[in-house]
Nanobody, 126 residues
């Protein structure tokens, strides 16, 4: 059974940090591109970061560059998203998603990804 399970979300003050984790099971994660999407209330789900399967090349949405860091540990079948300097525009449900293949480039739509986790909530306190 294919599963992606996210964890690590929570309530954080502006400027704070979180590390999100996504644990994969039921498929060979090393052969998949893994992306993090987020969806805020009333907004479309958007890709914020992605990491390739073989080359490890990463992608970041402009608004998170320098604050978010994606990494993967294929032995542990886990992908991480380190979020630093949380801003008011960051609160959302964060989802990890998997796509069979090598590269992130050109695959920014939710339709490009085959497997999805259930999401983890990130909230910034006022």
């Amino acid at each position: 059974q294919v599963q992606l399970v996210e964890s690590g979300g929570g309530l954080v003050q502006p400027g704070g940090s979180l590390r999100l984790s996504c644990v994969a099971s039921g498929f060979t994660m090393s052969k998949y591109v893994i992306a993090w999407f987020r969806q805020a209330p009333g907004k479309e789900r958007e890709r914020v970061s992605c990491i390739g399967s073989t080359d490890g090349i990463v992608y970041y949405k402009d608004s998170v560059k320098g604050r978010f860091t994606i990494s993967r540990d294929d032995v542990a079948s886990t992908v991480y998203l380190q979020i630093n300097d949380l801003k008011p525009e960051d609160p959302a449900v964060y989802y990890c998603a998997a796509r069979y293949g090598y590269y992130c480039s050109g695959y920014g739509s939710t339709y490009d990804y085959e497997y999805w986790g259930q999401g983890t909530q990130v909230t910034v306190s006022s």
